[in-house]
């Protein structure tokens, strides 16, 4: 909560100064129509934020100063002088509020009606004196707040000694320099890497930290208008860029509170429509392409756009000759026009049409998108659509004629090498298509669309813009990096080939391809109704008789596969990550400690693959990722069962080893959570929920604190008593008797033994 | 009122741009080139840890010849960096700009980048505008498009 108001505040703040100017513009011009939005935008946003923070002082002036600017745009008032100086005071008042709450300290509240009389069209009263505000003063803030320019200096400077880093390396390498010189430059390069990755992480917030004040302020938008809503949240670990973060904070908040109010029928007309009483928003992130998506849907009523239209005519905004051109989407892209709201009625919550309008422009402003899609009745899905400039981004290069092209690791479907005997070129007229088992596409000669001479095609990859797939051919494929892309010159950016620029660790400029714009440029046309639900058959068909397989070599140097579907990612934790925890190698990804399966030599320079099951993870170690190929679902039988070898497959000829998932997890994995409950008894001095209960609960099981052995349904732990069930410890290190079970509670060992015997017993020891 | 001025070659002629607008001179290392970019665009060299789009001013003003001494004026456009290929650097010095001479008539290219002339030493020296140079896709095309030159 602290959080939140610290953003308040600081969110507050910029606004004010950044609408000072407007202000004293608007006093001038009290009729200009833009201004005043602006400040109404203002209020509204203020009057939203307090709904949920709890500063109800703040939100009756905001809504106040709402009322009052609502009703001079609709025109039903005229903004003279008293009413202008009415806006202003509280404006004033809120600024002050908001330094008052930053500060700690209280500010006196008598003046308050006063300020609120004035904007009804009152004169002012003479001020009563009343007692002391009550708004919750606040510690002062814990976190720095930096301008992103600072953090572009500083990943600037961060990617310049990486560069110097690598030079010099070459240099003591090629100088054949003493081991005690090496060794130095072996500790400098985990330093600037660690570094690296810590400045990295300033500017990258995972898409969490947006999300988690969502279902907060979803229930008590929800509980305010008598609406019953379930928040869902995905793809939480996406991640974006800080400012990014910061750019649709408010629009995304606009567009769930409108999904409450608008979208999400009461309790009693959803049932009557027999849908589930609570309303269901499912919020969703995912990196798409060169795109960030956040879609947000309902199951509500979805955009209504008859009455949409009809109440734009009844407004004057809209001509019934315009409505009657109109296609259905034009009518409900109506909603993002200033003005326009579909709500019956004006609540605290939204309904004022202050909203569609500021979250297009919010997200237009950083070159983002907002698509809608509706079905009248079913609910509605808005779509933001960020652009990935200024993220970090897993990217494959790709050569053509000795240069180096990156693709964006999400925008790849697959690779494959040109000379796989799956693949079956064809001409059709004048164009090319690639077929590959059952799915036929188009096929893109790199080289040709930028107009250098390639080799012939070395490899191919199966690329999906966002029209759909095609395979783009190209010599030969180079290296998997993180990369920091930016946009590129204008100059550049206008080939419409591009989506950026990046500066990888080699220290050469790479362009960084637009797929869809690649696909545009070659003149491909796709056609997503046309192709329907049969190719997606078909595709589905094909996936069922072949497995994608993600070729490797291992640690050993030995080339291997493992099954695609698992694997979540390929990352490198660089120098140092691997350590051996209770005997077995670990490595840290993301923070998290993770069982490290494939490890040779741990100081050797790895990159790890990360595998999922969707509850646990296990990264096996590997040298490089090679390709990823496609094989027959029937493998050789491998010599020995139980080993981590699925079978054999013949790869371009060769044998490969195809690596057990189920065997790695099964060896690997931690057991679910779920299955590993277990009580704490607790004591007197706190031992049990002090120093007992992290441990038990790091080793993976989910602890429950009760008074007595009694109430636990499960594995319990007590010290000190005798109990009839379950895991007894004792506090002297030596037993009391021949018949004392009980374990020395310093004894990590001999505890996880019995909770591990306990657990298998089903309980009850 | 006198200025400094940043005395180079372009083409094989003096030319002045004005030195508060240039950032940096370097000598510029490898460069990348930019598939299907306007010809003027060499392409993308590392400056630092930073990206600069590399220009040849020479194409830019209409000419045919290639600076190839990697040695550039560094300029920020639009929170773009741009490095423009120059043939030499002779010069930082205070002048006054006198506009054109009544008359003179100037190719497109080097009209559109022109904000009149300095006297240098009794030679008058043309000074440009370098953002000029590198917005000049337009005028690219309407002296010799390379395209046209393929086709």
């Known amino acids: ?765 | 009122m006198e200025e400094l001025y940043l005395i180079t070659a372009i083409a094989g002629r003096a030319v002045a741009m004005p030195s508060e607008r240039v950032d940096s001179v370097v000598d510029l290392g490898s460069i990348v080139p930019v598939p299907a970019a306007p010809r003027h665009v060499c392409g993308l060299a590392a400056l630092r840890s930073r990206v600069v789009t590399v220009i040849d001013a020479a194409i830019a003003l209409g000419a045919t010849g290639q600076a190839e001494t990697g040695r550039a004026v560094v300029v920020t456009v639009g929170g773009h960096l741009y490095a423009l290929l120059v043939d030499r650097l002779d010069d930082v010095a205070p002048f006054s700009v006198a506009p054109l001479p009544d008359g003179v008539r100037l190719d497109p290219a080097w009209a559109r980048a022109a904000r009149g002339v300095i006297d240098r030493d009794g030679e008058a020296v043309l000074v440009i505008d370098p953002a000029a140079l590198i917005d000049s896709a337009p005028i690219v095309s309407s002296v010799e498009s390379p395209r046209t030159i393929a086709a």
């Open chain 1, 1 to 765: 909560m602290d959080d939140l108001i610290q953003e308040f505040i600081a969110e507050t703040r910029e606004t004010l100064d950044a609408l000072s100017g407007e202000i004293v513009a608007w006093e001038i011009e009290p009729n200009d129509r833009a201004r005043l939005d602006a400040i109404f935008r203002f209020v509204h946003t203020v009057k939203g934020s307090c709904g949920f923070l709890d500063l109800p002082r703040l939100a009756r002036l905001s809504h106040a100063a709402e009322d009052g600017l609502q009703a001079v745009r609709e025109g039903t008032r005229v903004p003279d002088s008293h009413f202008v100086d009415a806006v202003l005071a509280i404006v004033d008042r809120i600024g002050e509020l908001t330094e008052a709450i930053d500060q700690g300290r209280s500010l006196d509240d008598s003046d308050d009606e006063n300020l609120i009389r004035a904007i009804n069209g009152a004169a002012p009263v003479a001020a009563e004196v009343v007692g002391p505000a009550n708004d919750r003063g606040k510690l002062p803030a814990r976190s720095v707040r930096l301008g992103v320019e600072l953090l572009d200096r500083m990943m600037g400077g961060m990617s310049d000694l990486v560069l110097v880093r690598n030079e010099l390396a070459r240099r003591v390498r090629d100088a054949g320099a003493a081991p005690e010189i090496e060794a130095a430059l072996d500790r400098l390069s985990t330093t600037v890497a660690e570094l690296r990755d810590t400045v990295t992480r300033t500017r990258m917030q995972r898409i969490e930290s947006l999300f988690s004040a969502l279902p907060r302020m979803a229930r008590d938008t929800a509980a305010e208008l008598g609406k019953a809503v379930t928040l869902v949240i995905e793809g939480g670990d996406v991640e974006l860029d800080r400012e990014m973060i910061e750019m649709i904070r408010d629009p995304l908040a606009h567009i769930i509170r409108n999904a409450i109010d608008h979208g999400i029928e009461p309790p009693g007309e959803r049932t009557r429509l027999g849908k589930r009483e609570n309303g269901r928003i499912r919020v969703c992130a995912r990196q798409a392409g060169n795109q960030i998506e956040i879609i947000v849907s309902d199951d509500g009523r979805g955009i209504d756009t008859e009455r949409l239209v009809r109440k734009l005519i009844d407004q004057g905004m809209l001509t019934p000759g315009e409505a009657a051109r109109m296609t259905d989407a034009a009518k409900r892209e109506l909603i993002f026009r200033p003005g326009v709201s579909t709500a019956a009625a004006v609540t605290q919550v939204s309904g004022r049409g202050v909203g569609m309008d500021v979250v297009r422009a919010n997200v237009e402003r950083i070159g983002g998108l907002v698509t809608l899609d509706s079905e009248a009745g079913q609910g509605l899905s808005v779509v933001i659509c960020v652009p990935l400039t200024l993220s970090i981004i897993s990217a494959i290069s790709v050569c053509v004629n000795g240069q180096h092209f990156a693709i964006p690791r999400t925008a790849i479907e697959e690779i494959v090498a040109a000379d796989n005997p799956l693949l079956h070129r064809d001409r059709i007229g004048s164009a090319n298509v690639l077929r590959l088992r059952e799915r036929s596409m188009p096929l893109v000669g790199l080289g040709d669309v930028l107009g250098i001479p390639a080799a012939g095609g070395g490899i191919i990859a199966v690329v999906s813009a966002t029209e759909g797939s095609y395979a783009l051919a190209a010599d030969s494929i180079g290296d998997h990096e993180e990369l920091v892309i930016k946009p590129a010159a204008p100059l550049v950016m206008s080939t419409g080939l591009y989506a950026g620029e990046t500066l990888p660790d080699s220290g050469t400029p790479m362009l960084v391809l637009d797929v869809s714009g690649i696909a545009r440029n070659a003149g491909l046309r796709f056609d997503r109704a046309a192709r329907g639900d049969q190719e997606m058959e078909q595709i589905e068909a094909a996936e069922v008789d072949r497995r994608s397989i993600l070729l490797f070599r291992g640690t050993d140097g030995i080339r291997r596969g493992i099954g695609l579907s698992l694997v979540d990612r390929i990352e490198s934790p660089g120098h140092g990550a691997v350590s051996i925890v209770g005997g077995k190698p670990h490595v840290v990804l993301d923070g998290r400690v993770v069982p490290l399966a494939g490890v040779g030599d741990p100081n050797c320079e790895i990159s790890v693959l990360r595998l999922h099951d969707g509850i646990s993870t296990v990264a096996h170690a590997i040298d490089q990722a090679l390709d990823i190929v496609e094989i027959e679902p029937t493998l050789a039988p491998p010599p020995e069962r139980g080993v981590g070898i699925l079978g054999i497959a013949l790869i371009d000829g060769d044998p490969v080893e195809i690596l057990d998932s189920y065997w790695l997890f099964a060896q690997q994995g931690q057991a679910p959570l779920a299955d590993r409950r277990c009580a704490l008894v607790a004591d007197a001095d706190g031992w049990m929920a002090g120093m007992l209960r992290p441990l038990i609960e790091s080793a993976g099981y989910r602890v429950t604190m009760v008074a007595s052995p009694d109430q636990a349904d499960g594995p319990v732990v007590s010290l000190g008593e005798a109990p009839t069930v379950g895991v007894a410890l004792r506090r002297d290190a030596s037993p009391g008797g021949p018949d004392d079970r009980s374990v020395y509670r310093y004894d990590r060992d001999g505890l996880f033994a019995a909770l591990e015997q306990l657990s298998a017993n089903g309980g009850r020891g």
